[in-house]
RNA sequence: GCGACCGUAGCUCAGUCGGUUAGAGCGCCUGACUGUGGCUCAGGAGGUCGUGGGUUCAAGUCCCAUCGGUCGCCCCA
């Protein structure tokens, strides 16, 4: 069989032999913001393109180069979903959840698109899991989700050393500008030692001349200002409070003055997971508080944050570290047909067993009984169900342990309750 | 957008200075006294050597192009 069509560039089908692996993630996700009064929610594939210029920024490359961007039938700008935020509170506004509950604690599993080059851990189609929490103001909020974090990865089974959290403050509207003004004027004194992508930087969002990876760049902006002199006083109040909050909840986090998040709506509490082991796309996931962005999307002023956690990326360490994952999922039993006469008959058995709520697996392409025995054991079935002339005869089947190898038989109207007894319900 | 490396069975790979029917391991299928798995043994299926062109008496091997993959720059999950 030659293939003729591959999956797209950037794209990738998550086989049999992994998704169980993702699925594990997706739960312990789940489990973990359903713990800390999260709920779901779900989100169009893709929106109108304006949302995430409006939300995400124009500035930013997600939004400049990056966009799935396409035109329905009616001529509307739609694009594949780039980011898990700007939809969420899109919904938010839409929905009106906030004349429910002025908070709102929503977690996500989406994938998510953009269109750049591939490489270790940055793809074209890949997957995120989100958690947002809307309408506090409070450091609280800010302690609280990053707490979750890093238990999140903790439950995980990645052990502390492997993964270190970055925090620091960007400031908002009101003493952000000062701090930008500074930094900006900073490179302009060191204009010729830049890089060309930080000279270009400059002019339009300065403060990522910051989180350059260039290491002269990064030798020049160590003496760069910092932001915490030109904080205004409630930021400073905020982010001083959520250091002692931190603290107090013993979460650990290093204070990194570069950490400059690349979509225009975050504001004060910046933050990123590092991981060991990623190449160099390290950052397990990234967020941030964004109190402008309800606003900024036609909504009230209303304070939020979150987080995006990027599932390929968590994969990616899990396996690193030899975190224990769980195995495949197999069947508890396997039905092997001796003789043609036991064909239906197995089948029959199979799907009575199947709705009494045994995973059941059988041969349906006609094999011979020893290539039946094969597929039991390589099933890694709990028992085999020997069915024959013989148990056809006496109504019974034979049961055989396929790792003790005992076998004794039964009669198929005791088989549920013999069963019941020695396996887990599925 | 730029750069580096890599494309030979389902998977991991070998294939000499270009030279006959392109190999191995694993996996898969069948069989080893008629109703019993793992181990062993025997046999088998599976490849237009990514694709197209060129050089040559002769190309998996050399050259060019193209497509795909991987990693890096940039940016981010």
Redesign the pocket.
């Known amino acids: 069989?030659?293939p003729k069509y591959?999956a797209p560039?950037?794209t990738e089908d998550i086989l049999p032999s992994v998704s169980h692996e993702w699925r594990f993630v997706e739960s312990q996700w789940r489990a973990v913001c359903e713990r800390y009064g999260y709920r779901e929610i779900r989100t169009p594939i893709y929106e109108e393109t304006e949302l995430f210029r409006r939300g995400v920024g124009t500035e930013?490359?997600?939004v400049s180069k990056e966009m799935f961007t396409f035109r329905d039938r009616g001529e509307r700008d739609l694009a594949l979903k780039p980011?898990g935020t700007a939809p969420v509170v899109r919904a938010y506004i839409e929905h009106g959840l906030y004349a429910q509950s002025p908070l709102q604690r929503l977690y996500y599993i989406t994938p998510f698109f953009?269109d750049?080059?591939?490489?270790?851990?940055?793809?074209r189609q890949?997957h995120?899991m989100g958690a947002e929490i809307i309408g506090s103001a409070e450091p609280y909020a800010d302690a609280e989700l990053l707490s979750m974090l890093v238990y999140f990865f903790r439950t995980l089974g990645i052990p502390e050393d492997w993964f270190e959290l970055h925090l620091n403050t960007m400031g908002c509207a009101e003493c952000r500008p000062a701090y930008r003004e500074a930094v900006q004027q900073f490179g302009r004194d060191h204009f010729d030692q830049l890089c060309e992508?930080c000279q270009h930087?400059l002019e339009h969002n300065p403060l990522?001349i910051l989180?350059?990876?260039?290491p002269t760049c990064r030798a020049i902006t160590e003496n760069a200002p910092r932001i915490d002199p030109f904080l205004c006083e409630p930021c400073r109040t905020h982010f001083e409070r959520l250091q002692a909050i931190l603290k107090a909840l013993e979460v650990a986090y290093v204070r990194d003055y570069r950490l400059v998040?690349?979509?225009d709506y975050y504001t004060r509490t910046t933050f990123?997971v590092l991981a060991k082991g990623l190449?160099?796309?390290?950052?397990?996931?990234?967020g941030g508080r964004y109190d402008g962005l309800v606003e900024q999307l036609g909504g009230n002023p209303t304070p939020a944050l979150g987080v995006?956690?990027?599932l390929?990326?968590t994969l990616m360490v899990l396996r690193e570290v030899g975190a224990p994952l769980p195995e495949a999922p197999h069947p508890d039993l396997f039905i092997v047909a001796?003789?043609d006469s036991a064909r239906l008959p197995a089948l029959q058995l199979a799907e009575s067993l199947r709705h009494a709520g045994f995973a059941t697996d059988l041969d349906i392409t006609g094999?011979?009984?020893?290539?039946q025995?094969?597929?039991?054991?390589?099933s890694r079935a709990t028992y085999a169900l020997?069915l024959?002339?013989?148990?056809l005869a006496n109504q019974t089947v034979?049961v055989?342990n396929?790792?003790t190898?005992e076998?004794e038989t039964v009669a198929q109207s005791e088989l549920t309750e013999w069963l019941n007894t020695r396996l887990p319900r599925s």
């Open positions: 069989m030659r591959f560039k950037g930013t490359d997600i980011e953009r750049e080059d591939v490489q270790k851990g940055r793809y890949a995120q992508t930087r990522r989180d350059c990876k260039v998040r690349g979509l990123e190449g160099a796309q390290n950052a397990l996931c990234g995006g956690i990027g390929e990326r001796f003789g094999r011979s009984p020893k290539a025995m094969r597929l039991a054991n390589d020997l024959g002339e013989d148990e034979s055989r396929l790792q190898r076998q």
